[in-house]
């Protein structure tokens, strides 16, 4: 007889508590604070109730004066609200990365370079022990719970910086949480008895979604401080008065799709080979009515058509970019031969999307736009090469097996990815020593990884646009080196926590135990070896840029971003 199957329990929505220890009388506080005290219970559902969305979703946090709450340019995935004390928001000149626990970048001179030629019998993973210090500007406190970093001279940073005070009952950090992009500014505690409450983006979305107030005051904030400057600077709106431009900003819709933390996730279905177009949420189906045009501001998603029983992809798209303008302008300019949408949008990991309503389209924008820049009209034909943009047939540029091999395993979020042709490469090595003499004798990466036909993508950070290592990092160790630049990591500041290591859906980013200059493991007060987070720069401290890239002798190599399928497509002919 077969035997009997194991049965266990669903995994249920609060499985994992944000807090395993809030108690009834801490929810009971909250629920008498505004703004949940205003907050009708009856209009959550069962399965949600907003007593245990408080529960289960928000925790309480203290905070000493100094104390950073939130990193400019951090990724973090919830929002604060402020219970008691206040807090101060760094308005300018942003604080200098030595503050925020961050590396600052030295270009390497002639003689550190020509040093490098001399390094080879360095101890693997040394780190001069003088490069392991704090910053003079900031320290870290640690608990049994966290690690915090704290500002050591807040009364000159008042002198030199420009900031604003914030009080009880001001909500911060939910742009950031609820579109996944990078924290726009550093806030930090400014009263030793500063208390919050911090609510994961899970419960601040269920919070929005069944109590109208709070979703009004969160998009009025998203429309004030984030929207007006994202649309003008979107070259669809450039000819927009600002009368228009406020109209157009006071009538687009936000909309979030996929998961979040999308890369624990994406790595089982990797394991079990199971990353197919049908488990990705559609977002706007074909033949649907085109009801508005899609801003995708942060993430990706694939755009695909039908193909006989399924569908084939023709491209993938990021943020930035807009989906559905060819057949609203059209429809605008046909009335009386109006077309749906012609394709399939479904979102890649998490996306989130700006719809900008057909009614304003056709009232504001496009009226504004010089008949030489509104996209051409759509034809019936049968093909779908034929029916197709050209910017949209990535499966003609690089072929229809690299493109699926690109888009189902997301290389596409990769701003300098190693891509190796197999076909030039002859297994030298000279990248991967060349990687290694830059860093001390420690490369940086491995040259194997997943590949397709000729195309091999190597085992080394891409400095993701979508960079999910970053989430989660107490201290801020790993940052990105500019705006939109390399993810990097300061070995003084990393903790060993392997957050990042633990987040990278790619497998970037190693744990080594460290060294002394005389090749002795470095060791806690416990005796136990220090571990820190390391892997590729992109040789940030090299003028000539990749080490690899550059030392390659037959070209077989280089650091691409793989949202630009033009220059791939070049490169591999």
Request: glycine fraction near 6%.
């Amino acid at each position: 007889m077969p035997a009997a199957p194991t049965i266990l329990e669903r995994p249920q929505r609060w499985d994992a508590a944000f807090d395993p220890n809030m108690t009834d009388a801490a929810v009971d506080r909250l629920l008498a604070t505004a703004p949940f005290s205003g907050m009708r219970p009856e209009k959550f559902p069962n399965r949600t109730p907003l007593r245990e969305i408080l529960r289960n979703d928000t925790r309480f946090l203290k905070f000493r004066t100094g104390e950073i709450i939130m990193r400019q340019g951090d990724y973090g995935t919830s929002a604060f609200l402020i219970l008691q004390g206040t807090a101060r928001v760094v308005l300018k000149p942003d604080l200098p990365p030595s503050l925020l626990g961050r590396q600052a970048t030295n270009k390497k001179g002639m003689f550190r370079t020509l040093a490098q030629i001399f390094n080879g019998s360095r101890p693997p993973e040394m780190r001069p022990r003088t490069r392991l210090g704090q910053s003079s500007g900031v320290s870290a406190r640690q608990n049994e719970k966290e690690t915090r970093v704290f500002l050591q001279d807040v009364p000159r940073i008042l002198d030199q910086h420009r900031t604003a005070e914030m009080f009880a009952g001001e909500f911060f950090g939910e742009i950031a949480a609820l579109s996944r992009m990078a924290r726009t500014s550093t806030i930090f505690a400014d009263s030793e008895d500063a208390e919050l409450l911090e609510i994961r983006w899970q419960g601040l979305r269920d919070l929005m979604k069944y109590d109208d107030a709070l979703r009004t005051h969160i998009n009025q904030i998203y429309r004030e401080r984030a929207l007006a400057s994202y649309l003008r600077a979107t070259p669809l709106f450039k000819n927009l008065s600002k009368e228009q431009l406020a109209s157009v900003a006071e009538a687009v819709e936000f909309s979030t799709y996929g998961d979040y933390d999308w890369s624990g996730e994406y790595k089982r279905l990797a394991q079990s080979g199971s990353v197919r177009p049908e488990k990705e949420p559609v977002i706007v189906g074909e033949g649907d009515y085109p009801n508005g045009i899609v801003l995708l501001r942060a993430g990706f998603a694939r755009v695909s058509q039908k193909f006989g029983a399924g569908e084939r992809t023709l491209n993938y798209i990021g943020a930035g970019q807009i989906f559905g303008l060819d057949e609203i302008a059209h429809n605008w300019r046909k009335k009386d031969a109006p077309v749906n949408f012609q394709f399939s949008l479904r979102a890649i990991g998490y996306t989130h999307l700006l719809i900008v309503p057909t009614r304003v389209m056709e009232e504001i924008v496009l009226p504004s736009l010089p008949k030489s820049e509104l996209p051409p009209l759509i034809e019936e034909r049968d093909d779908v090469f034929d029916s197709a943009p050209p910017e949209t047939v990535a499966r003609e540029k690089v072929g229809a097996e690299i493109l699926e091999f690109l888009t189902v395993n997301r290389f596409f979020n990769g701003t300098a990815t190693m891509v190796i042709d197999l076909d030039r490469c002859t297994r030298c090595d000279d990248c991967v020593r060349a990687c290694a003499s830059t860093h001390d004798n420690n490369p940086r990466f491995l040259r194997h990884g997943p590949s397709a036909g000729r195309l091999m993508i190597a085992n080394a950070c891409m400095h993701c646009a979508d960079p999910v290592c970053m989430i989660g990092c107490p201290t801020g160790a790993i940052h990105r080196e500019s705006f939109a630049g390399q993810v990097v990591i300061n070995p003084a500041t990393c903790i060993g926590c392997k957050s990042c290591f633990t987040n990278c859906p790619y497998d970037a980013i190693r744990m080594v135990e460290v060294r002394d200059e005389r090749g002795e493991l470095l060791v806690d007060q416990e005796m136990k070896p220090i571990a820190k987070a390391t892997k590729c720069d992109l040789c940030v401290e090299n003028w000539g840029g990749p080490s690899c890239e550059r030392a390659c002798p037959h070209g077989a190599l280089t650091r691409m971003n793989l949202n630009n399928l033009d220059s791939l497509s070049k490169w591999l002919k």
